[in-house]
C-alpha cells in the first residue's frame, strides 16, 4: 500500500515562505510523477506543479515565479517551496503520485496540510 504524506504546513505572514514536504512510500518512487494541489473550502482543488521523473517542472500561472517544486529520489520525497506568500494561497495542499501511464484520479494521494497566510 502506497502512502503519501504531506508535512510542512502552518500560519505565515504575508510575504513569508514555507517549504512543504511529500513523502512517498513506494520503491519506485523514482518513475513517479507528482502533482502538487490546493484547495479552499467550497472550491475545486487545483493543480498548482508537477514535476516529472526526469525533474522537469510546471506551474500554475498564479504561482509562477514564486513557487517552486524539486524531489529527492534518495529519500522518496518532493518538496514544494513557497516565497512571497499571498493571503490567496490558503488552502490545503495535496501531494498526488503515480506512475504517468495512470490517470490523475488513479493515482496515490495525501491527507493534505494546511497553510494559512494572514497577519
Known amino acids: 500500500q502506497v502512502q503519501v504524506v504531506e508535512s510542512g504546513g502552518g500560519l505565515v505572514q504575508p510575504g513569508g515562505s514555507l517549504r512543504l514536504s511529500c513523502q512517498v512510500s513506494s520503491s519506485i518512487f523514482r518513475a513517479y510523477v507528482v502533482d502538487w494541489y490546493r484547495q479552499v473550502p467550497g472550491w475545486e482543488r487545483e493543480l498548482v506543479a508537477t514535476i516529472t521523473t526526469d525533474t522537469k517542472t510546471t506551474y500554475e500561472d498564479s504561482v509562477l515565479g514564486r513557487f517552486t517544486i524539486s524531489r529527492d529520489n534518495a529519500k522518496n520525497t518532493v518538496y514544494p517551496q513557497m516565497n512571497s506568500l499571498k493571503p490567496e494561497d490558503t488552502a490545503v495542499y495535496y501531494c498526488?503520485?503515480?506512475?504517468?501511464?495512470?490517470?490523475?484520479?488513479?493515482?496515490?494521494w495525501g491527507q493534505g496540510t494546511q497553510v494559512t497566510v494572514s497577519s
Open positions: 498526488n503520485a503515480g506512475l504517468p501511464t495512470i490517470p490523475t484520479a488513479g493515482r496515490h
